[in-house]
């Protein structure tokens, strides 16, 4: 059962050559940030690196000590350049090996005979680790400590996360709302909404420019976790707007 507290922090950290290179487009980024978003963890960084074990352990460490949670994504496949594990265990100082609960979801689907070395990749786990079920391919990911391993396709990756995200700890919903600042230059409110701004420490103010059918157009957007904050917060940015419009 999930808990809830004041202040929950996370991070992703994305492996692949193929998303450095262009080659693939991820996907899991916005998925995951959605999700956390929704249960009130706050997304506060994002890595990509490459397939190199001293990046990757480098990245695992940094991660996990600053934030509540860090979620990978990418290099728990069979091929020799998926070395997630491997680089998790030694960022944790534990050892590796198949782990006979990963051996027996791997042959949920595949044949004991078809089960070769490097399927059994993927049955490599540090030790010490709790799985995560894979319901769609069954070679699973796995979480030791506060790291959550996850793969890298991305439906397989979302699956996963509906596994873990009952048992994750929960802050306060960030709620969030948008105000219109139709043919208003950014420039024209700029100032005025940086004070603002400072007036709300605990509210995030973004004007985010978008080019639309009917025209240019800005979408100030206030989030916050306090109702009442953001809705002083918004009141105030529509006010600026509609004397600016004025």
Known sequence: ???????????????????????????????????????????????????????????????????????????????????TADCVAKAFGVGIDVDPRAK??????????????????MARIPDGAALIPNPISKAPGFHLGNVFVMAGVPAI??????QIGPGLARGAPVLSETILARNLPEGTYATPLAEIAKRHPDLSIGSYPSMTQSGFENRIVVRGQDPAALARGRAEIEALVAELSA
């Open 1 to 83: 059962m999930s808990t809830e507290t004041t202040d929950v922090t996370a991070a992703i950290l994305v492996i692949g050559d193929e998303i450095l290179s262009g080659r693939t487009k991820d996907k899991n980024i916005g998925t995951i940030a959605d999700y956390l978003t929704a249960i009130g963890i706050g997304l506060r960084e994002v890595r990509i690196v490459p397939d190199v074990e001293a990046a990757i352990v480098e990245a695992v460490n940094a991660l996990r000590a600053r934030y509540t949670y860090l979620f990978t994504t990418g290099g728990i496949g069979p091929t020799h350049d998926d070395i």
């Open 104 to 121: 027996a979801m791997l042959l949920e689907r595949h044949k004991p005979e078809d089960l070769n070395a490097a399927r059994l990749r």
């Open 157 to 162: 990756m979302q699956a996963m996360l509906d």
